[in-house]
């Protein structure tokens, strides 16, 4: 079966310094891989999406990058993070050959900026 | 459009039906998914049905679908504590490569 892993699950970090949240997804090959941030313990953005080793989408323009140095490998990364950062991180995954597949979620990072 | 959208709080009483509501503008044909997430935690998908079904029962869930409306909703009969959470709709953008989301509706359930 098809697992998700997603750590650090807690972070703080001090404004102006980097940052680099992975995730990796287990049984499965060539999936979608995606970063959402959930502000507020409400609605959620998507940053990025992926359908393929270095392959990244950018959904909005802002302080993050992300990378996929491996095919079940998603990285979040930032050079210097604002306070604005702050929030809950969910890395996703769904099978990349199919239309129509839920996504599958990782239990997330919480990040706090201070 | 791509929108989704849900009311944002619902408070019931344990035992009680909860019925969370979702509206979309896109009418293609497609899965439309809910999804629940509890305090702390990432999404758990918890049903779905296809455009083509007007309802699907699963234990205590019923999800109906009124594709003329485009309004899908989701019942939750004889509410638990332990459903206290945000639940998010959702469907898949037109290159079906993403999820939209709906704003999440957060239900708290009382003893």
């Known amino acids: 079966s098809q697992t998700i892993h997603q750590w650090p699950a807690t972070l703080v970090q001090p404004v102006g310094s980097p940052l680099s949240l992975e995730c990796t997804v287990e049984?499965?090959?060539?999936?979608?891989l995606y970063w959402y941030r959930q502000a507020a313990g409400r609605g959620l953005q998507l940053l990025f999406y992926?359908?393929?080793?270095?392959?990244i989408s950018s959904e909005v323009p802002q302080n993050l990058s992300a990378s996929r140095p491996q095919d079940r490998q998603f990285i979040l990364s930032s050079k210097k993070l604002l306070l604005s950062d702050s929030g809950f991180y969910l890395c996703?995954?769904?099978?990349?050959?199919?239309?129509?597949?839920?996504?599958?979620f990782g239990n997330g990072t919480r990040l706090t900026v201070t | 459009g791509e929108d989704v959208e849900q009311s944002l709080f619902l408070s019931v009483r344990e035992g009680d039906s909860s019925v969370i509501n979702c509206t979309y503008t896109?009418?293609?044909?497609?899965?439309l998914y809910w999804y629940k997430q509890e305090p702390g935690a990432g999404l758990q998908l918890l049903t779905y049905?296809?455009?083509?079904?007007d309802m699907k029962q699963d234990q205590r869930l019923t999800v109906l679908l009124n594709k003329k409306d485009k309004h899908l909703s989701l019942r939750i009969a004889d509410t638990q504590t332990g459903d206290s959470a945000i639940y998010f709709c959702?469907?898949?953008?037109?290159?079906?490569?993403?999820?939209?989301f709906g704003t999440g509706t957060r239900l708290l359930v009382s003893p």
């Open positions: 896109d009418s293609s044909s497609t899965y």
């Open positions: 992926s359908v393929g080793i270095g392959q």
């Open positions: 996703a995954w769904k099978p990349g050959v199919t239309y129509n597949s839920p996504l599958h």
């Open positions: 959702a469907r898949p953008d037109t290159g079906f490569q993403k999820l939209v």
């Open positions: 049905i296809f455009s083509n079904m």
């Open positions: 049984g499965t090959s060539n999936p979608n």
